[in-house]
C-alpha cells in the first residue's frame, strides 16, 4: 500500500497546509509521498500540447511534467486530494492538474467505437476538502449534491477509480481554534481509517 497526498493551496500557513501535515503524521508508520502542487509550481494550464495528448489517446506522448505525475500515481494504492472549497468546488490548480494528468489514454480510454473505458481501477480516492461554511449551509443550498456529482460521480467514477472516504472540515473560518482542531481531527481519522482498513483488507486477501 501506497499513498500520495496532493495538496493545493499557495500559503504553506494555510490550514490546507496544517491538514496535510496531520494527515501525512496519521499515515506513519507507512509508505506515504506528499505532492504539494503549488510549492511544486504545476502549472495547471491545458495547452495545445495537452489538447494533442488528449486527441492521441493511448499513443499520446507526454510531456515530462506529466510523465512524471503519471509515475507517480502508477505507484499509489490510494490517492487523497487535499483542498480549500473555492466556489463549491476546488481551485484551479487542483483542477488544472486533474485536467492535465487524468488524461485520455491513461486515466480512461475513450473513442468513437469502444465508448468509455475507465483504466483507474487499481487507485482508490479520497477527498478531503476544507469548507469555510457548515455542513448544513451545504445540503441546504444543494452544494453537497453538485460537489458530489462533479466530483465523486464526474471525475473519480469516470476515471474507474474506487471512491474512497470524503471528509470534509466544515466551518474551517471559525473563531474557535479548538472547534476548528476538532474538525480536523475528525476528517483526518476518517481518512486515515479508510486507508488502514484497506491495508488491513489486502495484508488479510494476500495471507488468506
Do not use: C
Request: net charge negative.
Amino acid at each position: 500500500m501506497h499513498t500520495l497526498l496532493v495538496a493545493a493551496n499557495a500559503d504553506p500557513k494555510s490550514l490546507t497546509h496544517h491538514v496535510l501535515g496531520e494527515l501525512e503524521a496519521a499515515l506513519h508508520p507507512g509508505s506515504v509521498e506528499v505532492a504539494d502542487l503549488s510549492a511544486e509550481g504545476f502549472d495547471p494550464r491545458f495547452g495545445p500540447a495537452d489538447r494533442q495528448s488528449y486527441a492521441a489517446g493511448a499513443q499520446a506522448t507526454y510531456s515530462a511534467e506529466i510523465a512524471a505525475e503519471h509515475r507517480r500515481l502508477e505507484r499509489a494504492t490510494d490517492l487523497v486530494l487535499v483542498f480549500p472549497a473555492y466556489w463549491w468546488s476546488m481551485p484551479a490548480l487542483l483542477k488544472g492538474w486533474i485536467d492535465r494528468v487524468f488524461i485520455n489514454g491513461w486515466a480512461f480510454d475513450h473513442s468513437a467505437t469502444a465508448g468509455l473505458q475507465p483504466k483507474l481501477q487499481a487507485l482508490t480516492t479520497h477527498l478531503l476538502p476544507i469548507a469555510g461554511d457548515d455542513a448544513a449551509l451545504w445540503e441546504r443550498h444543494g452544494y453537497m449534491t453538485a460537489f458530489k456529482t462533479q466530483i465523486e460521480h464526474g471525475i473519480i467514477d469516470y476515471a474507474g477509480s474506487p471512491r474512497g472516504a470524503t471528509a470534509f472540515v466544515h466551518e474551517a473560518e471559525q473563531d474557535s481554534a479548538e472547534a476548528t482542531a476538532q474538525n480536523v481531527a475528525r476528517a483526518v481519522r476518517t481518512i486515515s481509517e479508510a486507508i488502514r482498513a484497506r491495508s488491513s483488507d489486502s495484508a488479510s486477501a494476500l495471507t488468506s
